[in-house]
C-alpha cells in the first residue's frame, strides 16, 4: 500500500474510483476522497453486486441465496497496486485503482471475474507455463441517440458528411474522427495502456484497436478500462461508442479476437513451437482443447442475446471451432510468424464480452487440451464458413444449457460461478424476451 501511497500523492491525487468488474464487466465501486481511501487500504462492497445483471436486477431467491449469505453481507475489496491509473479526462485529479474481492478470511470470491482469470493462470503457473495474449478490440462510432427504439446512425466526420458504404482500412474515413482518436491515443498513453494500431473495420464507421502482446491479467485491465476511455473520448466530440456484439442492422459485428501463446516461466521460448520451428505437440493440443471446450464455454465470449446475432449466417463472423493457417474464415486461425512468435488467434469472442471471463475461457479450454492431449481435426484449407461439423450453439438459451453441464467448466471455475453466471444471463434473457420488437410491430401488427 505504500508504494500506492506515494504513487498517489506524486500525482497530487484528490479522489479515487475503486473499481471492480461485475459479471458482465461493468465497473462498479465507490469513489472516495484520497484520505479515505489510504486510511481504509479498501473499500467494502455487497457480494450482491457480483450477481447483478446489466438492467440491474438480481437472480431468483433460490439461486442468491444458495450462493451468498442471507444477510447480504460484504465482501473485502483490496486494491492491486499495479493497477492503479489516472483519469485523465476528470476535471480534479483523479486515479482508478482496480480492486481484488474476498471473503472475510481472506479467500478470492469465486464469482469475482478478474479472480477467475488469477485462478487459471495459476494453473498455467503450476506447469511452468507463462500464456501470453493480445486482445483486438472492435467498436462503432453512432450518432448520441436518445431513444433506444430508433436505428443507430453513423456520426457526422470533420468533412459534415456521414460515412457511407464499407471503408476497410480507409486512412481517410478513419482521419474523420482525428480529434477524438487524438484524445483517445492522449488518455490511453496517460494511463499506461499498451495499444497499437488503429484500424477502419469492414462496417460504417466501425474501428479496431489492437493492444500489444503481454500478460492476460495486465490485457484484461487495460481492456475493461480502455472501453471506459474510449467512451468518454465518444462523449467528448459529442458522439456515442458502443462494444456491443451487433449494433447496427445488416453491418458486420464487432469481436474481441485474442491472440494467444505460452512459454516456457523460465527459458522463455514457446512451447508451441519444436527446436526445428515445427508445430509442437503441445500447441496442437491447446487447439485440440479450443475445439473442444468452446462450445461449451462460449456464454463467457458471446454472453448476451445481441452476442448471437453476430454469429447468423452469410456474416463476416466464422461460426465454428475449425482451424487453419492464415485463414480468416476459422474459428481459430494461425497468423504466419516466426516459431517463437506462434500464436492462435481465437476470433470467436465478442467485443461486449468481459475480458477477464473471455480471456480466462480461452486459455481454460487451452490448457485443457494441453494437459489431456486432446487432438485437432485437420486444419482447413479454403473456405470453412460452411463447415457444419465444428459449430456452435445457435442462441444463448442453448449455449447456457451447455454450459450449465459441462463438468470440467465446473472443475476449473467452480460450480458456484457456473451457476452464478448462468443464472444471471438467464435473467437478462428473461427481460429482453418481455421487450417487444420493432420487427414484431411492423410485420404481425396488422397481419396476424
Known amino acids: 500500500m505504500k508504494d500506492l501511497e506515494s504513487w498517489l500523492k506524486e500525482r497530487h491525487i484528490t479522489e479515487v474510483e475503486c473499481l471492480v468488474s461485475d459479471i458482465t464487466g461493468i465497473a462498479r465501486g465507490k469513489i472516495t476522497p484520497v484520505s479515505k481511501f489510504v486510511a481504509e487500504k479498501g473499500m467494502r462492497l455487497p457480494e450482491s453486486v457480483l450477481l447483478q445483471s446489466v438492467t440491474g436486477d438480481y437472480v431468483e431467491d433460490d439461486i442468491y441465496y444458495s450462493l451468498l449469505d442471507p444477510a447480504d453481507i460484504d465482501m ?14 476528470a476535471l480534479e485529479p483523479t486515479a ?6 474476498y471473503d472475510k ?16 493462470l495459476a494453473l498455467y503457473a503450476e506447469q511452468g507455463w507463462k500464456p501470453v495474449v493480445a486482445p483486438e478490440m472492435e467498436f462503432y462510432l453512432t450518432k448520441r441517440c436518445e431513444d433506444p427504439d430508433l436505428p443507430l446512425q453513423p456520426p457526422i466526420g470533420r468533412s459534415g458528411r456521414q460515412e457511407t458504404g464499407r471503408q476497410s482500412f480507409s486512412i481517410d474515413a478513419a482521419n474523420e474522427f482525428d480529434p477524438l482518436f487524438e484524445d483517445m491515443y492522449d488518455w490511453c498513453e496517460a494511463q499506461g495502456l499498451d495499444i497499437d494500431t488503429l484500424i477502419h473495420e469492414e ?16 490485457l484484461a485491465d487495460q481492456v475493461f478500462l480502455f472501453k471506459r476511455t474510449m467512451r468518454e473520448a465518444a462523449l467528448k466530440h459529442d458522439v456515442a461508442a458502443t462494444f456491443m456484439a451487433k449494433p447496427v442492422t445488416n453491418e458486420p459485428g464487432s469481436a ?21 520451428g515445427t508445430m509442437s505437440q503441445l500447441f496442437l493440443h491447446h ?72 480471456i480466462a475461457a480461452s486459455l481454460l479450454c ?83
Open 76 to 89: 473485502i475489496c483490496k486494491p492491486d497496486s499495479g493497477a492503479a491509473y489516472p483519469v485523465p479526462w
Open 96 to 101: 482508478q485503482v482496480i480492486h481484488d474481492c
Open 105 to 120: 478470511l481472506g479467500n478470492p470470491i469465486e464469482l469475482s471475474a478478474r479472480n477467475q482469470l488469477k485462478k487459471v
Open 203 to 218: 462496417g460504417t464507421a466501425q474501428m479496431e484497436i489492437n493492444f500489444r502482446h503481454g500478460d492476460p491479467l495486465s
Open 256 to 276: 474481441m479476437h485474442i491472440h494467444q501463446s505460452v512459454l516456457d516461466a523460465e527459458s522463455g521460448r514457446s512451447v508451441f513451437s519444436n527446436d526445428d
Open 287 to 358: 487447439i485440440g482443447g479450443l475445439q473442444k471446450y468452446i462450445p461449451e464455454a462460449l456464454p463467457l465470449m458471446a454472453p448476451n442475446v445481441n452476442s448471437f446475432r453476430r454469429f447468423l449466417p452469410d456474416t463476416s463472423a466464422p461460426v465454428n471451432v475449425e482451424w487453419g493457417e492464415e485463414n480468416r474464415t476459422c474459428g481459430l486461425r494461425v497468423p504466419d510468424s516466426s516459431a517463437q512468435n506462434r500464436r492462435v488467434e481465437n476470433r470467436l469472442p465478442g467485443a461486449d464480452a468481459n475480458a477477464y471471463l473471455a
Open 366 to 448: 487451452g490448457y485443457m487440451g494441453m494437459r489431456r492431449k486432446i487432438n485437432p481435426s485437420a486444419p482447413v484449407q479454403g473456405r470453412a464458413f460452411e463447415r457444419r461439423n465444428l459449430r456452435l450453439p445457435f442462441t444463448l438459451e442453448m449455449a447456457l444449457e451447455r454450459m450449465e453441464h459441462c463438468e470440467e467448466l465446473a472443475t476449473y471455475l467452480g460450480s458456484k460461478f457456473v451457476t452464478g453466471y448462468v443464472a444471471v444471463k438467464r435473467v437478462e434473457n428473461e427481460n429482453f424476451k418481455r421487450v417487444i420488437s420493432s420487427w414484431e410491430r411492423e410485420f404481425l401488427l396488422l397481419s396476424v
